[in-house]
Every structure is written in structure tokens, then in C-alpha cells.
């Protein structure tokens, strides 16, 4: 399984921007797609996840109701949309598959990962 994300830069506080992610390869082997992001120093944190088959989603608490998470299997692929955008969501954004059931928020437990893409957000 291949990801390649894409859709980053540089935008002001308040702007909208959607990231997307081409998926390619086993693709029916996945069953959670996620998006990831990581800041300077920081550790890769969860921003959220879809499930392929029902389209269930789980956010982060700093993103729920700014950010949504869409897939579109047709296309093998997904997005994440973000509005409201804030300075501290400044980050490169990694796109991640895993196979199984569980909607993790753990960067350890995706087997599949994107570039990444730089999002960031001046005030």
C-alpha cells in the first residue's frame, strides 16, 4: 500500500485548506485511514481517523469541529478538510493506513504512511 499526500501551504489565521491523500497498491487490505501531524520537536500526533467500510470517524479534541475527515473509495482515496485554521495547527501532516478494526490514535499501530505535506498557518 502506497500514500501520497498532498494539498499543503501557507495560509492566515481564520483560512480553510484540504489535504488529500491518494491511496494506491492492496488498498483492500486497509480498513482505517488516518491523518497524522507532526511540529518541529514534537511527537506525531493523531488529528483523525474514517473507517473504509462504514465511514465512521473519530477526531481529536483540538480539531473536532474545525477539521472533517472524508474518504471517497471510488477514487482510493481521502481528505481532511480544515477551517478555522490557528497557528498551532502549523505542522507537516502525514497521511496513515492501518489494517484492522481499531480506530487507533497511536502513530506506532499504522503500517502505511504518506510524505507528508506542510500545512502551515500565519497569525
Known amino acids: 500500500v502506497q500514500l501520497q499526500a498532498f494539498g499543503g501551504g501557507l495560509v492566515q489565521a481564520g483560512d480553510s485548506l484540504t489535504l488529500s491523500c491518494a491511496v494506491s497498491?492492496?488498498?483492500?487490505?486497509?480498513?482505517?485511514l488516518a491523518w497524522f501531524r507532526q511540529a518541529p520537536g514534537e511527537e506525531r500526533d493523531f488529528v483523525a481517523v474514517?473507517?473504509?467500510?462504514?465511514?465512521?470517524?473519530n477526531y481529536a479534541d483540538s480539531v473536532k469541529s474545525r477539521f472533517t475527515i472524508s474518504g471517497d473509495n471510488a477514487k482510493n482515496a481521502f481528505y481532511l478538510q480544515m477551517n478555522s485554521l490557528k497557528p498551532e495547527d502549523t505542522a507537516v501532516y502525514f497521511c496513515?493506513?492501518?489494517?484492522?478494526?481499531?480506530?487507533?490514535?497511536?502513530?506506532?499501530?499504522?503500517?502505511?504512511w504518506g510524505q507528508g505535506t506542510q500545512v502551515t498557518v500565519s497569525s
Open positions: 474514517i473507517r473504509q467500510d462504514s465511514g465512521r470517524t
Open positions: 496513515a493506513a492501518r489494517v484492522g478494526l481499531l480506530q487507533s490514535r497511536t502513530a506506532t499501530e499504522y503500517s502505511y
Open positions: 497498491g492492496r488498498t483492500f487490505s486497509t480498513n482505517n
